[in-house]
């Protein structure tokens, strides 16, 4: 069972302070990916990476960071956390090894206060 | 660009109801087209995909026909229970670029007892 975890899985940051969001696969899937679920927009892909050392904009970076020391991690840096990066986060991973299927973690919450 | 509709953003059904989620897509390769299901709490998972023109995907008493002519891949079951109550995403893998996954916004299912 291919497998993604996601920590921490709650978190409350203050404005201006730093966020790490990590994830980790047993899936040994090449990609992983970092989207954001908000009410009215479904799920938005801020960075997504091709295999260790490479991370790629997605279509919202702005405000975010990511990076991808090893096949099996892959975490979201908020440098300056503002209100409006209170969001769900999901990490995910697949590839063309997962017939191109992506399986997600269970999400992290973050308030940013 | 490659893009999905979902234009169904709530449905509300009560049990044993006929289920159709409306799906259409747009793009100019071969696509590979799933739907996804997150139930509350949880990261979205896989219910089917579909890789061939023509073709139907089944799971769980769901059935999608990837329609290559009228670009639609729309989600159906005969007979819904209270636990299909999730939100339901259609998605695709456009051939050309396997790493990016095109999600439609997502249809919140409310089935009532």
């Known amino acids: 069972e291919a497998a993604v975890t996601q920590s921490p899985r709650n978190k409350v940051a203050v404005t201006g302070g730093k966020v790490t969001l990590s994830c980790n696969q047993t899936n040994n899937h090449n990609n992983m990916y970092w989207y954001r679920q908000d009410t009215g927009h479904g799920l938005r892909l801020i960075h997504y990476?091709?295999?260790?050392?490479?991370?790629e904009k997605g279509d919202i970076p702005d405000g975010y960071k990511a990076s991808r020391p090893s096949q099996e991690n892959f975490s979201l840096i908020l440098e300056l956390a503002t209100p409006s990066q209170t969001s769900v986060y999901f990490c995910?991973?697949?590839?063309?090894?997962?017939?191109?299927?992506?399986?997600f973690g269970e999400g992290s919450r973050l308030i940013v206060v | 660009g490659d893009s999905v509709t979902q234009k169904q953003g709530q449905v509300t059904l009560s049990e044993d109801d006929f289920l159709f989620i409306n799906c259409t897509y747009s793009?100019?390769?071969?696509?590979?087209l799933f739907w996804y299901v997150q139930y509350p709490g949880q990261g979205p998972q896989l219910l089917l995909k579909?890789?061939?023109?023509?073709n139907k995907g089944i799971s769980r008493g769901f059935e999608a026909t990837y329609d290559k002519g009228t670009t639609s891949f729309h989600l159906q079951k005969a007979s819904v229970q209270e636990s299909d109550s999730a939100v339901y995403f259609c998605?695709?893998?456009?051939?050309?670029?396997?790493?990016?996954?095109?999600f439609g916004k997502g249809t919140h299912l409310h089935v009532l007892p």
């Open positions: 990476s091709y295999g260790a050392g490479s991370t």
């Open positions: 579909v890789t061939t023109a023509n």
């Open positions: 793009t100019t390769t071969y696509p590979t």
């Open positions: 995910a991973s697949g590839g063309q090894n997962s017939g191109n299927t992506l399986y």
């Open positions: 998605a695709l893998v456009p051939d050309t670029n396997a790493y990016k996954v095109i």
